[in-house]
């Protein structure tokens, strides 16, 4: 992500495209409520990834099966979502090894009615970026798991996510394929369309390019305080009684905070409710703030840890 942004707003004559492989993830539009997307309860027991990309769209899960593909280039306003012009030379490239795929909808591409790349495009100045997947050889069974969010009510802005039918492209393959040589073919095959050079990052430009990373794309802020403003019910029943939670998330903060339910306290509840506004809506900030106050003046017997977890899972 950080490379992308680098290219894409560097100020050159040069185009270019390069091809990447993630360790397992999941991979947030720039508009999407990352709560409302992945299973997060997955997401923790998996220690998956989760990234928040420049580009619009939809939600997508990454493994070591699935290749990546950029295009950072210069571009007309009329180049904005012509994904056709974009998509056209790996279809092209594809159709050379007997896949016959097609461009279907706004910005998937599909074999056999099925979707196996997702496209999404960012545009600055006179430059854009075009990105998409390859499911070449992804675990479906974790795909389904990491994005299959569970039942939690939320209220939400957020671009939500549209399911498809997807597949592989390896079981189509004529011929075998490794996936480091799948993208050898995709590399020769874009030669041969744009006459492709090599290009080396300089050490000046990986140091920019890894601060950008520490300092946005794998921060808390970015990939899920970045999320727009939701709203989320939980209910459940505890020793306590029944705690009806009701939070209204702004830029990854608690701005308002109610409970009801059966429970009894020794202290008004509005007391704990006024504690919890303006912490993050992140497990380790409001556990501290809740380890920070005595809990038993409003929910007996619930611990400081049950009700984040109450808070902050999906389930």
């Known amino acids: ?7 894409v707003s560097k100020d050159d004559e040069e185009d270019y495209i390069f091809f990447y492989i993630h360790q397992p993830s999941i991979i947030i ?8 997307e992945v299973n997060k309860d997955y997401v923790d027991e998996k220690q998956l990834y989760v990234a928040r990309r420049l580009s619009g769209g939809g939600a997508v899960y990454h493994d070591e099966g699935n290749l990546n593909f950029s295009f950072i280039m210069h571009a007309s306003p009329s180049d904005i979502n012509n994904f056709g012009k974009f998509t056209a030379p790996i279809i092209a490239a594809l159709k050379k090894i007997g896949i016959y795929s097609e461009l279907s909808g706004r910005n998937d591409i599909l074999i056999d009615g099925k979707k196996f790349s997702g496209n ?63 993208r050898t073919h995709l590399i020769q095959s874009l030669d041969e ?6 290009y080396t990052l300089s050490s000046e430009e990986i140091s920019h ?3 950008a990373v520490q300092e946005k794309f794998s921060t808390w802020d970015w990939n899920w305080g970045r999320s727009p403003a939701f709203d989320i019910q939980k209910v459940s029943k505890f020793p306590c009684g029944i705690i009806d939670a009701r939070l209204s998330i702004t830029d990854g903060v608690v701005a308002n905070c109610k409970f009801y339910g059966d429970f009894f306290v020794k202290r008004d509840i509005v007391n704990l ?8 809506y992140h497990e380790a900030a409001l556990l501290a703030a809740l380890e920070a ?5 409003y929910f007996q017997g619930l611990s400081a840890e049950d009700l984040t977890v109450f808070l902050c899972s999906q389930s």
């Open 193 to 198: 369309t744009f006459g492709l050079e090599p």
């Open 1 to 7: 992500m950080a490379l992308e942004e680098y290219l």
């Open 120 to 182: 999404a495009q960012f545009a600055k100045r006179n430059k854009i970026l075009h990105h998409g997947t390859l499911l070449f050889d992804s675990k479906m069974d974790h795909l389904a798991s990491a994005l299959n969010v569970k039942a939690m009510k939320i209220e939400s802005k957020g671009v939500k996510s549209v399911k498809s039918r997807v597949t592989n492209i390896k079981p189509y393959l004529t011929q075998a394929f490794t996936i480091s040589e799948f």
């Open 293 to 297: 106050i005595d809990l038993e003046d």
């Open 29 to 36: 539009g720039k508009h999407q409520n990352t709560i409302e």
């Open 273 to 280: 409710e006024a504690h919890l506004k303006g912490i993050k």
């Open 209 to 211: 390019i890894e601060n």
